[in-house]
């Protein structure tokens, strides 16, 4: 019996520490389906819940990831998900992002604030590694611009910006009072093929993309010499993996800047004429300006690339290289 117990025991841990049961919420969003496939890979199909509020596209269903309606303003139907379904990770996708939030500011706040402080109370209660994504957009005009370090002045001017200092905030709280074993990156504009960005500041650089395939011309919203940090989505899924399975006790800090590159508009565009050379971009610029006015041009993130071996693979060049291979197969 005591060996059968043991063994049963051992099996609990090693499902806890080498395939956790993870749930993803705001999952069809840019990131949740990229990562939810990545886990699945890593941690077995059966480790991976992506919810939402929205009905899956077919496309999306003959993945077969296991996927469930979540309203993260329900916490008793949260609670209930994660003990039926033996949550071990909770990764919190789920946000208004800067431009829409602007839009709805009461949608932002209980979605951003609401939300996530459900999510925390969860972790809290049900012992949960948690990830919350932060952004560049939680810094402010009174931030240094390049570089943005980790620890500095942060007064954003944005809803999701505040909304997101909350996050980091909070989420330390809870790991210094209650053990809660919180972890956050503040990512830059992440950059994909197969997926869309949903109300960002840096969506101009996803949608550029398609423009250049499907009609040669872009209209851009932001000034040509607007610097802003990217990443390619594939950095920043594994930016996510490599994070959560890094050590608690080996990170110095739970909240850190990541990044991999930072362009303008017009650096884009060049880049980008040398695989279509009749690629035509004019300017006409909207309130999203001020926001990227706002906020780091180059994110400082030797503290990440120090303490958990962060290190990117895609620059600019590699990423419109894989941009175009990946929209190409998509588009046929
Ligand atoms: C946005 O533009 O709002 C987001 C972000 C940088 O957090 N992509």
């Not at 001017?157 to 909304?163: E, R, S």
């Not at 508009?265 to 690629?279: A, G, M, Q, W």
């Not at 999203?288 to 120090?306: C, G, T």
Request: include cysteine; aromatic fraction near 10%; hydrophobic fraction near 35%.
């Amino acid at each position: 019996l005591a060996k059968g117990i043991a063994k049963n025991y051992s099996k609990i841990l090693l499902r806890n520490y080498s395939n956790p049961r993870v749930l993803i919420t705001g999952g069809l969003g840019q990131l949740g389906p990229g990562l939810a496939n990545l886990i699945s890979n890593r941690y077995g199909k059966d480790n991976i819940i992506l919810t939402d509020i929205v009905k899956p596209n077919g496309e999306f269903q003959k993945k077969g990831i296991n996927y469930l309606y979540a309203d993260v303003l329900d916490l008793k139907n949260l609670q209930q998900i994660i003990v039926n379904h033996k949550i071990d990770w909770i990764v919190h996708f789920s946000a208004l992002l800067s431009a829409v939030g602007e839009k709805n500011v009461p949608l932002a706040l209980s979605v951003n604030v609401t939300g996530m402080q459900n999510i925390l109370e969860l972790a809290k209660q049900f012992n949960l590694k948690v990830f919350i994504p932060s952004t560049i957009g939680a810094f402010g005009p009174e931030s240094p611009r390049n570089p943005t370090p980790d620890l500095t002045i942060q007064r954003p001017k944005t809803i999701y910006g505040v909304t997101k200092v909350y996050a980091e905030l909070l989420g330390e709280y809870y790991a210094k009072k209650f053990g809660v074993d919180f972890r956050c990156l503040r990512f830059p504009g992440i950059i994909s093929a197969d997926t869309q960005p949903g109300g960002g500041t840096t969506d101009y650089a996803v949608k550029i993309f398609h423009d250049a395939l499907e009609t040669k011309k872009f209209e851009c919203y932001l000034k040509p010499d607007t610097r802003l940090p990217m990443m390619y989505i594939d950095d920043c899924l594994n930016s996510v993996i490599q994070f959560m399975e890094y050590p608690s006790d080996k990170l110095a800090q739970r909240t850190y800047n990541i990044s991999a590159m930072s362009f303008t508009p017009e650096e884009l565009y060049n880049e980008i004429r040398k695989h279509v050379s009749d690629f035509e971009i004019n300017y006409k610029i909207d309130s999203r300006q001020e926001i990227a006015d706002s906020w780091p041009q180059v994110f400082d993130d030797q503290n990440a690339r120090k303490d958990w071996k962060w290190n990117p693979e895609y620059d600019l060049p590699n990423l419109v290289q894989k941009m175009f291979t990946e929209l190409k197969s998509i588009k046929g």
